[in-house]
C-alpha cells in the first residue's frame, strides 16, 4: 500500500504526542540529570559546575557504596535466584498438573497489589512484637529464632530483600509462555529416544526458552537496582544505613536540596543498569529486545 | 531390570512430591499474607496481640467504618480514581495513535523509533526524581492532580505502544486496502478500521496502565504535597502516624486500598496474561 501525502502529515500527527511526551520524560531527564551532578546546585540558588566533584563525594561516602553493594547484591538475588525460580514453576505447570490455572492465578495476585501495600504488610509480619513471623515460629517450637527482624543489623537487610524473591509470578507468566509456544515434535522425538521428562526439559525446554529467560533476568535485575518504596516503608535505610539502596540515596540527597549528589547518584544507578543490559546480552545472546 | 524400575518408581513418586510441595507453598506464600491481614482486619487490637492466628471472636466490621472515617481514604480513593482513569485514557489514546504510525506504515526512522519506545521499558525511572521534580515545577504543575495525570500519561507510554504495536501489526493489510478503496482516508481508517480490530491490545495496555498508575508511589511523593491531592498509596504511608496503635483499623484501611487492583485483577486477568506473553516474549 503506497503512503499518501495525506498519510505522511497524517503519521506526522500521530506520532506528535507520545514522541514529545516520550522526550520529555524519557530522553531530556536522562541528559539534564547527567548536567546537573556536574554542578552544585540547591534548587533555589543558580548552580555552579564543579566538574566529577560530585562523584568523587558520593563514592567517599560509605552511605552510597554500601548502596550500590545492596543493590547489586538484590540485581544478583533477582536475576539468579528469582528468575529461575519461576522458570522452574513455568516448566512445572506447562505439564498441566491439576489445578494448574489456579496456581498460576494465585502466583500472580501478588504483583497487582502496590509496592507500598505489601511493603506495609510484611512490615506486620516481621513486627516483633505481635508479627506473623515470630508467631510461626513460636507455634512451631523455634521461639530461640525470634527476634526483631528489621530492627538488627543482621537480619535487616536479608529481611527487606528476600520477602519478594518467592512472588514470581510476572516473570513465570512471560517463561509459561515461551515454553507453552514451543513445538510437540522435539518433546516426541525426544519421547522415542526415551528421554525422561526431567531431561527433556534440561535439553530441550531450556534452551528453547531461553530468549523469554533472558528477558525476564534483565527486568529483574533491572527491578534490583531501582528498588525504592520497600527499604523507604520497612526500614528508610537503617539500621545504621544497612539497608540503603541507591534510589533512597538519591531521594535523600535531594531532599537535603543536595541535587548535583543527588543527579550524580542516579548517574551512577542509570550507569549500572546498563552495565548488567549489555552484560546480560552479550554473555546470554541476543534473542532479547 | 525389576530392582531399577522399582528405582525409578521411587524417584518419580519423591519427584513428584517434592513439585507438589514446591507448587503448594508458593501458592500459600502469595495468598496467606493477605488473608492474614485481611482476618486481622476484623479482630480487636487486644485479640490480634494476644493470638495472631485466631479467628475473630465477633466479625469487627466497626473496623472499617473507622478506617474510612479517620484515614480519609475515601477522598484519596476519589482522588486515585480520577487520576488514574484519566491517565490511563490519555496513555492508551496518546499510544495507540503512535502504535497505529509505526506499525502500518512505512518511513523513515520507523524502526529506531520502535527501538526507541522498547527501550523506554528499562530506564529506571526511579533514578529521574531531579528531572521530574523541576519540570513538573517549572509546569506550575506541582501538588496538583494535572501533574501527576501528565506524568503517569508518559512514564506507560513504552508499554502501552509497545503492547498495541503488536497487536496491530497482526491486523490483515486487505483489510485496510479495501478501506482505502472504499476512500476512507488516514483518520476514517484509523477510527472504523484499526481501532476497533485492536481493541483487545489497547485494553491489555490500559489495563498495565491503570494497575500502574494505580499503584504508582515515588512520583505521587515526590511530586505532591497536600492532603487534597493525596493518592490512595501515599495514604497508607501515613496510616502508621494516623492509626498510631490502632493496628486493625490501619490494616481495614490497607485491604480497602488493595480492592480496587483486586477487582482490576479478576476482570481483565485474561488481558494482563496475554499482554506479558504477547508483548514481553515476541519483541
Redesign the interface.
Known sequence: ?K?TK??????AL??L???A??L???I???I??AG?SLTEWT?FTKASFVGIDNYIKIFKDPVFTRSIINNIVWALVAGFIQVPIAA??AI??SFK?KGWKM????????Q??????LA???A??FNA????LN?ILE?VGLSGLTRNWLGTLESAFPSVLLYWV?????FM??I???VQ?ISEEYYEAAEIDGASR?MQSLYITLPLAK??IV?CM??AM?NG??Q??QVY?LTNGGPGNRTSV??LY??KE?QAFS?GT??A??VV??FV?SLI?LGLNKTLGKE?? | MVKSSKNFRLISVIGSILKWFFLIFLFVYALFPLIWLTISSLKTNAEFMASPFSLPETWQWGNYVKALTVSGIARMMFNSVVISVAATLLNVLITSMSAYAVSRFEFKGNNLLQMMFSAGVLVPLNALMVPYFILITRLKLDNTMLGLILVYTAIGIPISTFITTGFMRSIPRELEESAVIDGANFYVRFKSVILPLSRTGIVTAGTFQFLTCWNEFVYANLLTSSPEVRTVQLGIRYFTNQFSTDYVSMYAAIVISIVPSIIAYMLFQNQIISGLTSGAVKG
Open positions: 500500500m503512503t495525506q498519510d505522511k502529515v497524517g503519521i500521530f506520532l504526542p507520545g514522541v511526551l516520550f520529555a520524560f524519557f531530556f531527564p536522562v539534564y540529570v546537573v534548587g522452574l514453576v512445572l505447570l498438573p496456581f498460576r492465578t494465585v502466583y500472580f495476585f501478588p497487582v497489589i502496590s509496592g507500598i501495600a506495609t504488610l510484611w506486620a509480619i512484637e505481635y508479627g506473623l508467631g507455634l518467592l512472588y514470581i509470578g510476572y507468566v512471560i509459561f509462555a515461551d509456544g526431567f530468549g523469554s528477558t534483565t527486568l533491572i537496582i531501582r525504592f518504596e516503608m541507591m534510589v538519591l531521594y535531594m541535587y543527588s543527579s547518584a542516579a544507578l542509570i543498569g543490559i532479547t529486545h
